[in-house]
């Protein structure tokens, strides 16, 4: 006699009308305890604003209203304390989660944010754009701290690494390697190394091609 398995059914509760932007991420943030008693909430951008949701109550816990111009993407810093929300206008604001005010504003893309990355202790925060720059901001004394250029493409993802002193940038054209005074350029068949100063240009080629790395210090 055959053995018979049996499945978990999933059966579909309730909608309360998630809204999502065409362009950008929607965020489930849990808090801490039980996966009954821990606090849950969905941000979810909708066009210009964006909306937090109580997916348990199926009710908005807030809606916050910034640009006059669509939300691109979101992120979150790891404690769960700051939401950052770029916008189509090249924008970056910060938002408190506990507050729901604005703090911080950054302007100094001048296309639509593409990518946002809080680094592990949330006081550093990098964003990429259409316009194919990465800014490196500084979340505690509301500055921009570097602005790197070299990407050909717009920027498609950005991180920091989590056991160096590393960041992290790609686009469609390349993917480049930044750790402190150091640029290091990848492609799938070749990789460069140069170490630079933050305030010169210099030329590296990668197989026939040449790659021009300009990173200028301050925003």
Known sequence: MPLTKQYLRYVHQASFG??????????????EGGRKTRQLRIIAPAV????????????????????????????VSLDGSILAAGYENGSVKLWSLSTHDCQITFSGHKAGVTCLQFDQSGTRLVSGSKDTDVILW???????LYRLKGHKGNVTDCCFMSTHNVLITRSCFSQRILKGRATTVKNYSHTNYIHTNYSHTYMISIGKQQFNSHISSGV
């Open 18 to 31: 998630v809204v999502s932007g065409r362009k950008s991420n929607a965020i489930l943030l849990a808090g």
């Open 48 to 75: 210009e604003d964006i909306i937090i949701w109580d997916p348990r109550k199926g009710e908005k816990v807030a809606v916050l209203r910034g640009e006059k111009c669509e939300v691109s993407v979101l992120a």
């Open 138 to 144: 500084d979340v505690v004394n509301e500055c921009g």
